[in-house]
């Protein structure tokens, strides 16, 4: 059974700093994972996807790295901003599964001005 | 483009009572899953629907039920409604294939009293 953690639960930074999420999984055999943003009653917002045959993958200020033999993803935040708050959520599918994501329980991001 | 639209935006019921919530694909999209959410939770996976059968299903009752329509929207059925059926509901849909991203809803808050 995949199972995904992330690690802070929550996060406060000031503005302008850089800033690491992590998202760890126990199943290594996934074919993409999923970073998410979540505003306070909202729904959920896609960041960047990685296929299982990427390293990694980029969008503005955000970078996010797969390493799939040591079931670790990471999601990079430079310069961060106050309009970066949010929750944060990774989302693994597993060829097990497929159709399935297993998410975390998101980390939450205060970034203060 | 409409993105995934999901009806009603909040909805109050009463122990034992039933509910349908609704969901329209985001345009070009043809599979749609199904997700709840606990307060402080990720997204726990209910079921997907393709070609208006059921794909995949997670680890809910079958007091959960769903149907998909030939115009690729979808609704998700809860019957004999608990306590704990409490959550925000949220619909995805993608193109069908295995590295596809997830396309979210903003939701349906589902109190029940």
């Known amino acids: 059974k995949q199972e995904v953690t992330q690690i802070p639960a929550a996060l406060s930074v000031p503005e302008g700093e850089n800033l690491v999420l992590n998202c760890s999984f126990t199943d290594s055999a996934i074919y993409n994972l999923q970073w998410f943003r979540q505003d306070p009653g909202k729904g959920l917002t896609s960041l960047l996807l990685?296929?299982?045959?990427?390293r990694e993958q980029t969008s503005g200020r955000l970078n996010a790295s797969l390493d799939k033999s040591s079931g670790r993803s990471t999601l990079y935040i430079a310069a961060s901003q106050p309009g970066d708050s949010a929750t944060y959520l990774c989302a693994v599918g597993t060829w097990a599964n497929a159709g399935k994501s297993t998410f975390g329980d998101g980390t939450t991001l205060t970034v203060k001005p | 483009d409409a993105g995934v639209t999901q009806s009603p935006t909040h909805l109050i019921k009463t122990r034992g009572q039933q509910v349908t919530l609704r969901c329209s694909p985001k345009?070009?999209?043809?599979?749609v899953s199904w997700y709840q959410q606990a307060l402080g939770q990720g997204p726990q996976f209910i079921f997907q629907?393709?070609?208006?059968?059921?794909?995949q299903r997670g680890n809910f009752p079958d007091r959960f039920s769903g149907h998909q329509f030939p115009n690729y929207s979808s609704e998700l059925n809860v019957n004999a409604l608990l306590l704990g059926d409490s959550a925000l509901y949220l619909c995805?849909?993608?193109?069908?294939?295995?590295?596809?991203?997830?396309?979210f809803g903003d939701g349906t808050r589902l109190s029940i009293l």
């Open positions: 345009s070009g999209h043809d599979t």
């Open positions: 990685i296929q299982s045959s990427q």
């Open positions: 629907y393709y070609e208006e059968e059921e794909r």
């Open positions: 995805a849909s993608s193109r069908q294939g295995n590295n596809q991203p997830q396309h």
